[in-house]
């Protein structure tokens, strides 16, 4: 018997395995805000980069893509855009810097609530987050369908902006945030940087725990990984801005 693969066999077995599930993961993308929202991508060093950076998702939209076994990166809504029809302009908030609708490797500007992830492999765990680290600026969940393990939701589905402290309240409209106290202020210990770079010397502050209370699964500052981390093995998520909020 002839077990010898021509390179058209080898194309179509690698193709087969890539339909049935083998590129790792399906995320969707769904709008339920009463405003355009601009997702932003940003793959990490080392991660294939996924077939866009960004774009437009209107009131009630929805978009789906594939992302390769391993891949890890970054979601994030930008608001308050401006695009012209050549694709350049700019955003109020989550702004990549990019001047262009695909952020093309650069990452939000804070103010910017985060969904992060870090695929796993041959039957490995998924690894996701929300992430409030780098502050606020619309509601968002991560669920995933279709797993097997814990697969918690998470996010956040409070507005945040709306309980925001003045003193770390910017913009207004489509283009409010709320920012992190490092952001804000800038020290250390808010930032979790220098003497308070370990989980021993770097604990929540007033304004983290502010976060915390009203996202209890959302990262609040950067040790908060007890409460904040999901796992699951092959799921397929869905990323939701401004998903129903409880009654």
């Not at 970054?74 to 702004?95: E, I, K, L, M, Q």
């Not at 981390?229 to 869905?238: K, L, V």
Request: one cysteine or more; hydrophobic letters at 30%; charged letters at 15%.
């Amino acid at each position: 018997m002839d077990l010898s693969f021509s390179s058209h066999s080898l194309l179509f077995f690698a193709l087969t395995l890539f339909l049935r599930g083998g590129s790792g993961a399906t995320f969707t993308f769904t709008n339920n805000c009463d405003y355009t929202v601009w997702p932003g991508i940003l793959s990490n060093a080392g991660s294939q980069a996924l077939e866009t950076t960004g774009f437009e998702l209107s009131k009630g939209g929805s978009r789906s893509f594939q992302a390769p076994t391993g891949w890890s990166g970054r979601f994030w809504g930008r608001t308050g855009c401006t695009f012209d029809s050549s694709g350049g302009g700019t955003c109020a908030t989550g702004d990549c810097g990019s001047g262009q609708v695909e952020c093309n490797g650069a990452g939000a500007a804070p103010p910017a609530t985060l969904a992060e992830f870090t695929l796993g492999g041959s039957g490995g765990k998924d690894f996701y987050d929300v992430s409030l680290v780098d502050g606020y600026n619309l509601p968002m969940v991560v669920a995933g369908s279709g797993g097997s393990g814990m697969c918690g939701t998470t996010g956040c589905v409070v507005d945040l902006n709306r309980r925001c402290p003045a003193e770390l309240r910017v913009g207004e409209g489509e283009g409010e945030g709320c920012r992190s106290a490092c952001e804000a202020f800038g020290r250390a210990e808010y930032c979790c940087s220098g003497e308070y770079g370990s989980p021993d010397t770097c604990r929540p502050s007033v304004y983290s725990a502010m976060f915390k209370s009203a996202c209890p699964s959302s990262y609040s500052y950067a040790y908060d990984d007890a409460t904040s981390t999901f796992t699951c093995t092959g799921a397929d998520y869905q990323i939701i801005f401004c998903p129903s909020l409880p009654r």
